[in-house]
């Protein structure tokens, strides 16, 4: 059964903090693996990872994954209270264009 | 923001009744998707279409049914609503299946009496 585990479940930091989140996963015909930051509302999307090793940025996050190893983390660098969400990993598979998400991490940053 | 417009955004409803949620894209895209996210389980994904009549299941399926009758609308049922099926219901669009990203509407939050 394919599975994406993520973790911690939740943190809690102060502004200015450095925070990485993980993701492990285990998913049949794997195509590439995604990152969504979820406030209120909608999930909005972040990365989309395919590659191994290659390192993709925007502002101060930034994510990298491991195929070898299965997993992948999203790094957040001088955290602010807006970085405050659920923070949502989730695998696509090669058909389908299915997404099979874990549980999310909640990541609180007090001022 | 990607052009999906969910409807109603709220429900409240009583055991046994049929519901109907309703997705409306604007951007023409071909795939689109309806999840229900819970505590604990994330989102996990309900049924999904590829085009115009065309749908399958996915892992939560039981107790729902869907149609799309237009590119644009993805309808969500349950034909006879429990309280299990209390959650938000979150619909999805994206382009194509070559690594386009799914873009998320912003919810429905039904609640089953």
């Known amino acids: 059964e394919d599975k994406v585990v993520q973790s911690p479940l939740s943190l809690v930091v102060h502004e200015g903090d450095t925070v990485t989140l993980n993701c492990s996963y285990e998913?049949?015909?794997?195509?590439?693996l995604l990152w969504y930051k979820q406030e209120k509302k909608a999930p909005t999307f972040l990365f989309m990872l395919?590659?191994?090793?290659i390192e993709k940025k925007s502002g101060r996050l930034s994510s990298i994954l491991d195929k070898k190893e299965l997993f992948s983390i999203l790094n957040i660098t001088a955290t602010q209270t807006g970085d405050s969400a659920v923070y949502l990993c989730?695998?696509?598979?090669?058909?389908?264009?299915?997404?099979?998400f874990g549980a999310g991490t909640i990541l609180r940053v007090k001022s | 923001d990607a052009g999906i417009t969910q409807s109603p955004r709220h429900k409240v409803t009583e055991t046994g009744t049929p519901v109907t949620l309703r997705c409306h894209q604007t951007?023409?895209?071909?795939?689109m998707y309806w999840y229900r996210q819970d505590p604990g389980h994330g989102l996990r994904l309900i049924h999904y279409?590829?085009?115009?009549?065309?749908?399958d299941k996915g892992e939560v399926s039981d107790g729902y049914s869907v149609s799309r009758s237009k590119t644009e609308d993805f309808l969500l049922t349950l034909e006879s609503a429990t309280s299990s099926q209390t959650s938000v219901y979150f619909c999805?669009?994206?382009?194509?299946?070559?690594?386009?990203?799914?873009?998320f509407g912003d919810g429905t939050r039904l609640s089953i009496l």
């Open positions: 951007e023409n895209h071909r795939y």
């Open positions: 279409s590829y085009g115009v009549k065309d749908t």
């Open positions: 989730a695998v696509l598979r090669e058909y389908g264009n299915k997404l099979v």
């Open positions: 999805a669009i994206s382009e194509s299946t070559s690594g386009q990203p799914q873009h």
């Open positions: 998913v049949t015909n794997f195509r590439s």
């Open positions: 395919t590659s191994s090793g």
